[in-house]
């Protein structure tokens, strides 16, 4: 596997970004190509195969499949798709409960609160910043004592680092809650041995423009079970039934995915080691440039998972730093470095002001103090030096 960092040769430059000069930005994480990309668009369009259907899709929901270890996948229009698609097929209706990590994007309960689902919120492990097994199997006794269990809980992988599924499944058998997997940010991840999400009653993924394996857009929803794929297949296609004429005995949506995306992401997915292998190896060399930094701590990693640091994430300890997060925010923008807090925690966005919730002080703290750091496996070493030396000069202002 590359590590482009330390190739003699610099990756190529995506498209989106022009020569090193003035106005030059290095972006959080740009598209990266492959190199056949236009070989495969050719051949899609040459086809005249350019719906979401034909063999650029079983191509790639097969690909992804491999990568994935997933026996059943559905190429879908968005991650967003693929998780709504997996809410209705689990049943989700108005009144559920559905837990989720509160350390998220809004897309991980969105679809399920469109639907009428109540979301319920539970705090993160600081030693992975993924849900929290230990608060979840405390919640889940007092939830059966009550007797008021999720519908589902929603375990959710976080900049290339998923979360711990095994104990999580472990906790949740008990009382037969499913889980799905929200691995928008996890593909190519490893926990207790397994590709992210697998083991997952469902699991959804990310295709989006800035995830390390791109279509230009684009999800998927990944099952080991064929009924369940075939329903949410069948509602991908709003919800046809077998007929010589249109006829529905439900309602469904117009979620698959573009055969000329789905071309895109063939040629990403064949070079999704040396994308991880690369992004692991930016993620270490900010770590070891900025090591000697006090007050400043790189995203932890646990020994039971194998990140592939999608997005290289740091902390700021003001207390110890003399800094905080935001001005080495501010200072990297002034460098021409696009940077972004981590995810504020949905308890504390105003739409979810009243959402019941569990803990929360780890989220809150992660917030305060996280930053996402430029990523894309695009950069040169030249880009990494200039985003590691505006971070030292805010500690050495």
């Not at 050719?42 to 079983?58: C, H, K, N, Y």
């Not at 709003?238 to 006829?247: I, L, M, S």
């Not at 995810?343 to 979810?352: H, S, T």
């Amino acid at each position: 596997m590359v590590n482009y960092l330390v190739s003699s040769r610099p990756p190529p430059t995506p498209p989106n970004i022009g020569e090193r000069g003035a106005g030059r930005r290095i972006h959080l994480s740009a598209p990266h190509l492959a190199g056949d990309e236009l070989d495969r668009l050719r051949q899609v369009l040459e086809s005249g195969w350019v719906a979401p259907a034909g063999p650029t899709i079983a191509a790639f929901e097969a690909a992804i499949g491999a990568a994935t270890g997933f026996p059943h996948v559905l190429a879908t229009s968005s991650g967003t798709a693929a998780l709504h698609l997996a809410y209705r097929v689990l049943d989700i209706g108005p009144g559920d409960e559905v837990w989720a990590p509160g350390f998220t994007f809004v897309a991980t309960v969105a679809p399920a609160v469109q639907m009428g689902a109540v979301p319920r919120f539970l705090d993160v492990c600081p030693k992975s910043w993924t849900l929290d097994p230990g608060l979840l199997r405390a919640e889940l006794r007092a939830a059966s004592r009550r007797g008021r269990l999720p519908r589902v809980v929603v375990a959710v992988d976080i900049y290339g680092q998923a979360s711990e599924l095994d104990a999580i499944l472990a906790a949740c058998a008990r009382y037969d809650v499913p889980v799905l997997s929200d691995s928008a940010e996890g593909l190519g991840a490893i926990a207790c041995g397994r590709p992210a999400g697998r083991g997952a009653r469902v699991a959804a993924f990310s295709f989006n423009g800035n995830k390390i394996v791109t279509a230009g857009g684009g999800g998927a929803l990944a099952t080991d079970d064929p009924v369940l794929l075939a329903r949410a297949r069948h509602l991908a296609s709003h919800a046809k039934d077998p007929a010589p004429h249109y006829q529905h005995s439900a309602t469904g949506h117009a979620y698959g995915l573009s055969s000329v995306l789905a071309a895109v992401g063939l040629a990403q997915v064949a070079v999704l080691p040396q994308r991880v292998a690369a992004r692991r190896g930016i993620f270490a060399r900010y770590a070891a440039a900025l090591a000697d930094l006090p007050g400043l701590a790189p995203m932890p990693e646990p020994r039971w998972g194998r990140s592939t640091h999608w997005l290289s994430a740091i902390l700021v300890d003001p207390a110890r730093a003399g800094t905080n997060r935001d001005r080495v925010r501010i200072a990297l923008e002034e460098a021409g470095a696009e940077c972004r807090p981590v995810w504020k925690p949905l308890p504390e966005q105003p739409v979810f002001r009243d959402a019941p919730r569990a803990g929360g002080a780890v989220a809150r703290g992660l917030f305060a103090q996280g930053l996402c750091l430029p990523s894309g496996t695009g950069m040169t070493v030249a880009d990494q030096d200039l985003v590691i030396d505006a971070i030292r000069g805010c500690w050495r202002a």
